[in-house]
């Protein structure tokens, strides 16, 4: 067990976030470049991620399928954005069987040119639709910089993959999606999100227009959570997939997809992590609670060890996960240390004084607040502090987001307020590649989104003065 | 909804076996060759086998963790066996990002190497053992002759991967997932199988010893469901993986890995299906009851669907699977065979008649029989009906298999045996590489394993008549 040190998260954040990671054991770089190996501790809370995702998609209708990884290398440029965003960091199977192949195979970096031509042979008439489909898998993406979760050559993700009679119906899905995607963040890990719509320069390679849920991560920077894309007729038209409507007629189908990946585990640690390392919101947690009991003397070990397996024995039917912590070679404080890095959102510490009180002693992750609580209907108590955690996690982060939103109206104060405390700034914005890519290239801020929820409001381009209907948000990001 | 014929499978079991693939939708193939497409009906069996086993490997103190894709080509040389074994089925990334890459990567055909290499840095001293992890993913074996399911160039399983301070350690945990297997095999997937020892020419590329588990096809072929392997110290000394032992010293980790994949699917198929299509037990089912609403005029339509809201409605809480299919558009005899290609366990039909006696029909998958029964209590009777279905489609197997298993003596009676039926010959055999080889070579029957729950017998090997200790099991196999 590796003691790591954790930088201070204001000295170096970037560092401060790569010893949290291996501070909890939750991944290692691979030694393929740019991969990841996901440790037990970082997996088990993306399961914890696929379980609520998994639930929600079916909830909505959607079926899981899988797809090939590989894809022969002509589908990619049957649609030609797509080819033009994805065939750069594509990675390219030449050989196989000891035998160099006729065709090379990419490896996806996403699915929709083979789902596509799978659909062709799948939807014929109108009852075919809507087709809800959804895949948990890998795909890789051959990046330049790569850190741990937010950018790696191979990432785990889901991809949902749907297909339409109508404009408004694929709309209607795409929006659907991205209130699931929202619904996610906010209830399971506690991560206020602002849902918009992407500009054309930011939008997926492919599609007719791109929706995202983008968040703020403790450095003020935004990291884009998952995305939700209207693909219009581009794909069907690319792969010749129609179907006979109600009155007889074949039109192409409309299509959409989404996605979401293990770097919502970076979002996670960014958004959450303190100088003590991750906390992890108890909805996403394994292990909810872990009790450290307390005790010098045998007679003493045995005692507090009673006590905690009778009210342990009442956590698991009320749905708490728990360890306790018995290890003999470690002091208590050297474990609580151990828990905190680790991310456990509420301690349990329990020793012959608490005994005779019939007590307990709750230390929360998120705050360090410790307070008594009877053992007498312990479960509930827990249960009820997790739920405060999960909240009060919510909320400092909706108010660490508040406190670094701007409205700003003058590209002067843009470059201080971008200098000197970054976060999200509310500009007008004249609808232009030109200005949005200018201001990219003089500042790193890039156009995060156009909110959804933003009230119309006329206002002048923050760049060039042009008439503008609606704030954008600019920010510098993952 | 292709109106799909299903050979019949006494005809041609090979068609049939495709051709219900097909009924049910399960699988397509996929644009590349040999991969596959696996279909919302197929995954869905895919999931619940998941879950199943991922909670008896959590149970078993297992946690699951993430390795990359891709490994580099010098890993894969460093166990002298494990090369050799799987060199000439790999696929090899040669570019990606646009550049040829300085070391070629293969696309993992399994993860002992990347995995082992990673062990070296988590594992210092016994208190890091037992190791136990495993893995969920894709991996690609170039395969020549492949099948939907039983053999495809890509397929998804999960890869146990665990480390251990003696052999003895390593041992127990190699059986315990052989056991793990057998219970999924038997209580889930109602296959019988029996446990047993690879010989040295059917182990794993790498292995100190395999053990597997071996189910018999309704046409009487093997098929191995399952394998489970003591590595011994090959691949800790491959990636120089020691630990410092509670005495101080430094020694090799032993270790295992075990395997079971989408193949499973396919003996599924193969071992309950029959001529009407794809028996699923209701286990793996997750629509587990279908119930079709019988009715002509409107009036019928709403009594009837009341009535069926109403016992649907206790369905739910009681963990039972189920789908009402109220489609206008199909008689209630399409239906019915509808759902049985698609294999669902249980049929309720529900007519304007029914109401009168307050019952319902229910029509087994499995063997047909239609029995009426109340729609008072009717969560329980269904309950108890699918606990019935399961075990009779295991006994039924079981009985299939007793009927094909044959104790032989004689090498000329054994070809006649093999050729007129099939099934499993329990035979004796020295021992030697070279009897095992001929009669491959001659018969196309392989050993499947030395059983473990077999007595110990002396008798004479089946082809040179040298001395034997107990009997193997001969099967030609998929």
Redesign the interface.
């Given at each position: 067990?590796a003691e790591a040190k954790i930088t201070k998260r204001s000295e170096d954040f970037s560092r401060w976030y790569t010893d949290v990671i291996a501070a909890a054991e939750l991944a290692?770089y691979?030694?393929?470049k740019g991969?990841?190996?996901?440790?037990?501790n970082g997996?088990?809370i993306?399961?914890k991620m696929q379980q609520a995702l998994d639930a929600m998609f079916k909830d909505t209708g959607h079926?899981?399928?899988?797809?090939?990884?590989?894809?022969?290398e002509s589908?990619l440029h049957k649609e030609a954005e797509h080819v033009e965003g994805f065939a750069?960091?594509?990675?390219?199977?030449?050989?196989?069987?000891?035998e160099k192949l006729e065709e090379?195979?990419i490896?996806r970096p996403t699915s929709e040119t083979?789902i596509w031509?799978?659909y062709r042979?799948w939807i014929q008439s109108y009852?075919d639709l809507p087709l809800l489909?959804n895949q948990w898998?890998?795909v890789?993406r051959?990046e330049?910089r790569t850190r741990l979760f937010l950018r790696t050559t191979?990432f785990?993700w889901q991809e949902g993959h749907t297909a339409h009679a109508t404009y408004e119906d694929a709309e209607e899905e795409t929006l659907r999606m991205l209130g699931v995607y929202r619904r996610f963040a906010e209830e399971h890990m506690a991560l206020p999100v602002i849902e918009g719509r992407k500009t054309d320069r930011e939008k997926f390679a492919g599609a007719h227009h791109t929706y995202s849920i983008e968040a703020m991560m403790g450095d003020a920077k935004a990291l884009q959570s998952g995305t939700s894309h209207h693909l219009g007729q581009n794909f069907a038209k690319a792969f010749d997939v129609t179907f006979q409507t109600q009155e007889g007629t074949r039109e192409f189908v409309y299509a959409t997809s989404w996605g979401l990946s293990t770097r919502m585990i970076g979002a996670l640690i960014m958004a959450h992590g303190d100088d003590n390392g991750i906390v992890i919101p108890p909805r996403l947690a394994t292990t909810q609670v872990v009790v450290v009991p307390i005790f010098r003397k045998p007679e003493e070990r045995e005692r507090v060890m009673e006590a905690v397996g009778k009210f342990t024995l009442r956590f698991k039917p009320a749905g708490i996960g728990f360890k306790v912590d018995d290890r003999d070679q470690y002091s208590p404080g050297w474990k609580f240390n151990d828990w905190e890095k680790r991310g456990i959102p509420l301690r349990i510490e329990v020793g012959p004084k608490d005994l005779e009180r019939n007590q307990v002693v709750l230390a929360r992750r998120d705050n360090g607040q410790k307070q008594n609580a009877s053992q007498e209907g312990l479960e509930r108590t827990v249960r009820d502090m997790l739920e405060t955690i999960q909240s009060s996690l919510y909320e400092r982060a909706r108010e660490f987001r508040e406190k670094h939103t701007h409205r700003v109206d003058d590209y002067k104060k843009f470059l201080e307020i971008l200098d000197a405390d970054g976060g999200f700034l509310w500009c007008h914005w004249c609808g232009s590649g030109e200005c949005e890519e200018r201001i990219k290239d003089e500042t790193k801020a890039t156009i995060r989104c156009i909110p959804m929820k933003a009230e119309p409001e006329e206002g002048k381009c923050i760049l060039c003065g042009g008439r503008s209907e609606r704030r954008v948000i600019f920010a510098r990001a993952y």
């Open positions: 067990m290692d691979a030694p393929v991969c990841m190996i996901i440790r037990p997996y088990a993306w399961e079926q899981n399928a899988y797809f090939p990884l590989f894809i022969p589908f750069p960091e594509v990675a390219v199977v030449t050989h196989a069987g000891g090379p195979l490896v083979i031509h799978s042979n009852r489909i898998g890998n890789v051959w330049m191979e785990l």
